[in-house]
């Protein structure tokens, strides 16, 4: 049997509706919960739109439910609209552990989005700084775009001026501590560096703070740029900053997104590209599924639909037609992907002045090889791009051995002391 954590890749599906439904979509989503839950796959899938139906055959919906160990309890759920949907969002404790349970109930009550994400870290606050720490974390906000985002700064001890960097996420709701399974990667790096005397700005990611302000077309700028461009105009007026010594370190498709932001802000000293794609998102989307769905040495029939679905979205965000974002990869607009798939990050950062220092994980397999070949084929080696390539890490920063997969990502990890060490060394380097 395989495991949970990899049919959830490929599930998140949405259909346009019509007509009104009587029930609530809190009603739907616990009604679906209900069905599951008693085992009864053939009612569960009868409340999916077809596209949902053939993304979730009721065999392999059948298969990851009994995965996760048997549903123990629900906690409260909330309701936010989507690209028209209304999207009950649910915490749920399984024998297996914790899960945060997404579900997209359309206009006729239907289901047309399942997403299970595991939640065990999320379900504990991050530890305290250490009593012995030479660095304060203080609560700031960012003001940009239709509201504030929550933010952390952590401040080296003493009067500064010091040099920082704002750390931008990657793909998804984020938290600022880029919360995945058991790790806290943002964490770990602030954290890190501040022990060596460098400031460091994370915050909420909007999408994860805010998922209200996103309705309609909307682009890579409204979920990432224009959020980091404000949090460093923030730190360039935040005590104890040097405003001429704030750096951007982005973080998958952060990083990609890094020397846009640059060359937005015009307050930037140098970028950290970490995890960086040097291609579109939408050439790595299969790859990255069709990774995980081989991870056994073979692809199912319904992981080959999948795929096969997945191409045609991707065939049809890259079109000029107008087609409707249920009908797109992971639900995003056109507006989305077409903005995304015109940004070239090599292009970008060669446009830069400033230095650039790139950090690849050898076991990373969502910004892979090819990736790392394009930026170091892009961007010679030298006064202005340094590089670095750990064969021990993941996507994460984190080590480990053998492949990488999904299921890694769950168990506690801490990022390379080596990588933050290269980070603050580079830093500390630049005039």
Do not use: C
Request: charged share 20%; no cysteine.
């Amino acid at each position: 049997m395989r495991t949970w954590s990899r049919h959830l890749v490929a599930w998140m599906l949405a259909s346009v509706a019509v007509a009104a439904s009587a029930a609530t979509p809190q009603q739907t989503a616990s009604q679906l919960l209900d069905r599951l839950d008693a085992g009864d796959m053939a009612a569960a899938e009868a409340m999916f739109t077809p596209e949902m139906a053939k993304a979730a055959p009721a065999a392999s919906l059948q298969a990851l439910w009994q995965s996760l160990g048997g549903l123990r309890s629900r906690g409260a759920a909330r309701v936010v609209e989507q690209q028209g949907m209304q999207v009950v969002q649910q915490p749920l404790q399984f024998g297996n552990g914790a899960v945060n349970a997404t579900i997209a109930v359309d206009a006729q009550g239907r289901v047309a989005g399942l997403f299970l994400q595991p939640a065990a870290a999320a379900a504990s606050p991050p530890p305290p700084p250490p009593a012995a720490a030479t660095y304060t974390e203080r609560e700031l906000q960012i003001v940009a775009g239709k509201g504030p985002l929550p933010a952390t700064l952590a401040l080296p001890n003493g009067a500064g001026p010091f040099r920082a960097v704002v750390l931008v996420h990657g793909s998804g709701p984020q938290d600022r501590n880029e919360t995945i399974g058991a790790n806290r990667p943002f964490l770990d790096v602030a954290r890190g560096l501040a022990a060596q005397g460098i400031a460091v700005l994370r915050y909420e990611k909007r999408t994860h703070a805010r998922p209200q302000d996103f309705s309609g077309d909307y682009t890579m700028d409204d979920e990432t740029t224009d959020d980091a461009v404000a949090a460093v105009a923030l730190l360039a007026k935040t005590p104890g900053i040097d405003p001429k010594q704030i750096y951007v370190m982005g973080h998958s498709q952060g990083g990609m997104l890094a020397p846009r932001i640059a060359a937005r802000s015009g307050k930037v000293a140098g970028v950290v590209l970490w995890s960086a794609p040097a291609r579109s998102l939408l050439t790595l989307l299969p790859e990255q599924n069709r990774y995980l769905f081989n991870q056994d040495g073979r692809i199912s029939a319904d992981e080959q639909a999948a795929l096969d679905r997945l191409d045609a979205q991707i065939t049809a965000a890259r079109s000029t037609a107008v087609v409707a974002a249920s009908e797109l990869p992971l639900g995003q607009p056109a507006s989305y992907w077409r903005a995304f798939d015109a940004v070239d990050p090599v292009a970008d950062a060669r446009k830069l002045k400033q230095p650039i220092l790139l950090l690849q994980g050898g076991r990373d397999f969502q910004v892979v090889d090819a990736d790392w070949q394009r930026w170091t084929q892009g961007l010679p080696e030298g006064r202005k791009a340094r590089f670095h390539r750990y064969p021990a890490l993941n996507h994460l920063g984190i080590a480990g051995e053998g492949p990488g997969s999904l299921e890694e990502y769950r168990a506690a990890g801490t990022v390379s002391p080596t990588l933050i060490d290269d980070v603050a060394a580079w830093i500390k380097e630049q005039a």
